[in-house]
């Protein structure tokens, strides 16, 4: 196979097709430098005909970039040896959307689905020498509302004209993105020619398990170009061990069953490693290797267990055998502008994620069928995946011509992704049988247009070509109505979105909760970058217009009055907006902890940012994490301790994710903001693995007669001297705590290489205490954290700064 790439280099300029170009903007229509994979956008960027949409309110004024046509051309050169090939291909892993493809004028091909990649014979089109490709892209706004007028109105959320089109759902604006709705090449585009034959989408298929074996079957597809006998190669490498089979290419599909002796499996974060093996197929022709592809696979059983119990039916996640309580958060696409998204923000992003404990992302069907970096980073992390098809929030059309896109679709994605262990879960959509039963109540989901996606086409899919992890109709569903607490999984929005506050948690007693939130402003040095100073209030129209929920700064000061004091300044509003954040999501997962395996998942919404706004992430579009972000590492922790109140006092709780029995020490103590002690116990415990478990009740008449605005309880988990979990029970809200008289001591010294570590000590007790250095991003190892009265804690950091610098920059803040 033979390769020659067209990415780089291209031309591109604006077609006024629809004559809606305001005249300001007319040198948008002359040819300009692009750069690919690309979008207009950033095209347009570069060359500074649009301003930064991000920053200010810029959004509003590249509105007019979404109605033009846009034209995409370059020239390139093919040599004498390529054409010579049996076979030429044009393969354009991504054009977003309506595209027209030209090779030296004549058409190729048109496209109109950007979540697949596409394959045109173009051999008779190429020749010597020069040739010019050229791609025009249709605007996809105008398009989609054409759409909308031709097949009828249908009930969706946000922009009701985006369901027409295979375009990511996102970009036609959501409650938390800005509608910048971008059209360009936006994934590798290359020629490829080959000989003899070609091999595809091949497919590792685990059969059987056991300590000694395991048994897998390996196919692939086989285009033959000659009537002569080929013959299929096999290796199947991983471990200590090959294994290698060669059989006659005979079938379109060709399979062979390979035993791989001392298997050795792929295990969730937090539940062991994530070995991976390798399969080299090779397609061979007369002692000549045609056709070669590469396939990293790993060994791993998942089932989604849903048996009757108690409160209805569960909904757990098993894997090699073992109930895993899922961890996790949803993830959005992380750039409004997808080839921006560098392989770097991935891997800090996910690593992130499994860093504070997470086994789960769950990527949201808005968005778009993640790069191949996310799920290589995602099998390589332990991250189960669960994958929604993109479809989100609304009716969608159900003509014939849709359905067969929505089929060729499914089949490139499931072809593309289902060697990736991190994946355990396909699910339909998001939320479209929950919006339309809560819109007509009296209706059926089957009603609903496009429903027959989800109950047959796409689950058809998923077993005909996949079969090897469940199928989930809709996030959420169940049977009854589909968003059940006792069936299925759940989605729980009365808090937040429908004004409830947090406490409101602990009454939800979802089976398996894929989505709850809460708000917080994004950092101040990400806002700072597309604010001036005269903006940074929470009510200024930038920042309000960098909400995109309705009454979403309404909701924030409510939710922040709640609970502390109302915000004196920019900081204070962004500060104490992020820590109510991080309480609330406390709250829900220590709660849904506690139910373990009651319920057995819970992932927030959302893990991420698409542009700097105040949203549900826990870390920014800055890719800064936020308070809740910290607040995650603790309580996703395996060992967790945490409090309930009850009537007749507060119940402390161990949790236990690991797979191994917990024996140590919980120590309780109720005490004064200024470390006076009034009760405490120390208790020997034994938790069994995979389990929660409540270890006491501290009676009311301990804490009775105590100043509940100077109160709280302390607890911690300790084995073998190290404190493994430790939380806090507080009797007040911080708005109405006493004041405190005191201040954090700390001391910066020098720490290992390139190293800092900061000791911080006060004689009060001190919450949500923030650090920083003042004008730089650090990342330090805890953050956001409570401090003890009494008590050292150690928190160690990277800075290119001088010890000198650092230590006059350092700066503390805590309620
Ligand atoms: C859920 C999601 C998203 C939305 C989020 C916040 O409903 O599925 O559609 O952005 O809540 O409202």
Redesign the pocket.
Known sequence: MKKLDLNGRWMFKGVDRYKKLPRIYRHALRWMKATVPGTVHTDLLSHKVIPDPFHGMNEHRVEWVESLAWVYRREFYVPEGFLSEERISLVADGLDTFAAIRMNGKLVAKTENMFIAHRFDVKKHLRRGKNRIEIMFDSPAIRSRILERQYGPLQVSHEHSRVYVRKAQYSFG???GPKLTTSGIWRNIYLEGDSGGRISNPFVKLRSINKKSAVVDVSVEVEKYTTALYTLRVFVGGGNNGVEKIVPATSPVTKVRIRIPEPDVWWPNGYGNQPMYTALLSLVLDGHEVSQIEVPFALRRVRLAQEADSEGRSFVFEVNGRRIFCKGADWIPADSFIPRISDDAYEFLLRSARDAHMNMIRV?G?GFYEQDQFYKLCDRMGLMVWQDFMF??GEYPRHPEFLRQVRAEARSVICRLRNHPSIVAWCGN??CEWLFCTENPDKNPDAMSGSVMYRSLLPQACRKLDGTRPYWRSTPFGSGFPNSETNGNH?Q?HVW?HWKDYAEYEKDSGRFVT?F?FQSPANRRTLEDVTTAADRYPQSPVMEHHNK?TEGTERLLRFQSAHYTLPGDFDDFIYKGQLVQADALKTAVEHWRRRKFKTAGSLF?QLNDCWPVSS?SVIDSGLRPKAAYYAARRFFSPLLVSFKRVNAGVECWITNDRLSPFKGVVNLSLQSFGGRVSWTTSLPVHIPPNRSRKIVRVPGIVYKNLNPRNTYLVGGIVRGGITESENRFFFSEPKHWEKRSGTIRTKVVRSGKGGYAVTLWSGIFCKGVRLEIDGEDVWFDDNYFDLDPGVKKRIVFESALQLRDVRKRFCVRWI
């Open positions: 959501w409650d938390w949201w808005g989100a929030c998001n939320e989605h929005w979105s989505e939130g929920q919404w549900w």
